[in-house]
């Protein structure tokens, strides 16, 4: 099992871009969410899914968009990005058959909009 | 409001001594407990978690973690430290008025000095 992917590792956007991070997992997880990790803040939920078509909102919403069309992928779309979304992104999945589980994380991607 | 607080930005500790990593929540109702480590420029890291139970858990790399209802924490500790040990330490609690939302603490850097 790869376990949790995050493409790309690094990414550079000017203001006004849009761009989407991807998230895939094989381990046939229903729970999958995005983080944003900043210095001094530990980690804020974004999004999150658990399951196929359905998403909801977590802490720091503005700004992003997610679709969940199939089990294992789980994209972030920044629709027009800003400086302040300047960041470090986690997807992580969990099984969500009991609030007991621990989710599981991916690698990240470093995002700097400039 | 469900929170999670860390109140050491950083921790020191000489190799081979106790460390504690301090961890303390707000929630309403019995919390599910976790802590997770990061080392640089990776993901996070389960280490371990509390359900229900014994209020003491063990975890991976030797450590442990004590719930303490009364005082509404969750410190993790180690009886020996190890220079590899050397990292951040993120406590996390899912909520239990929404299953589907965990709350992160702004992260505590452990420093293992040899």
């Known amino acids: 099992n790869a376990g949790v992917t995050q493409t790309p590792k690094f990414q550079v956007l000017k203001t006004g871009q849009s761009m989407t991070l991807q998230c895939a997992q094989d381990?046939?997880?229903?729970?999958m969410s995005w983080y944003r990790q900043d210095p001094g803040m530990g980690l804020r939920l974004i999004h999150y899914?658990?399951?196929?078509?359905?998403?909801d909102q977590g802490e720091v919403p503005n700004g992003y968009n997610v679709s969940r069309s199939t089990t294992e992928d789980f994209p972030l779309r920044l629709l027009s990005a800003a400086p302040s979304q300047t960041s470090v992104y986690f997807c992580?999945?969990?099984?969500?058959?009991?609030?007991?589980?621990?989710?599981?994380f991916g690698p990240g991607t470093r995002l700097t909009v400039t | 409001a469900q929170s999670v607080a860390q109140p050491e930005d950083q921790v020191n500790v000489a190799e081979g001594n106790p460390l504690t990593v301090k961890c303390t929540y707000s929630?309403?109702?019995?919390?599910?407990l976790f802590w997770y480590v990061q080392y640089p420029n990776r993901g996070l890291q389960f280490l371990l978690k509390?359900?229900?139970?014994?209020?003491l858990v063990k975890g991976s790399y030797g450590f442990e973690a004590e719930f303490n209802k009364s005082q509404t924490s969750f410190h993790l500790k180690k009886p020996s430290a190890l220079v590899s040990d050397s990292a951040l330490y993120f406590c996390?609690?899912?909520?239990?008025?929404?299953?589907?939302?965990?709350?992160f603490g702004s992260g505590t850097k452990l420093n293992v000095k040899p």
């Open positions: 509390y359900i229900t139970g014994d209020n």
């Open positions: 929630v309403s109702g019995n919390p599910y």
């Open positions: 992580a999945s969990s099984p969500n058959r009991g609030s007991s589980y621990e989710q599981y």
């Open positions: 899914s658990v399951g196929a078509g359905i998403t």
């Open positions: 996390a609690v899912r909520s239990p008025d929404n299953f589907n939302k965990f709350y």
């Open positions: 381990m046939n997880h229903e729970y």
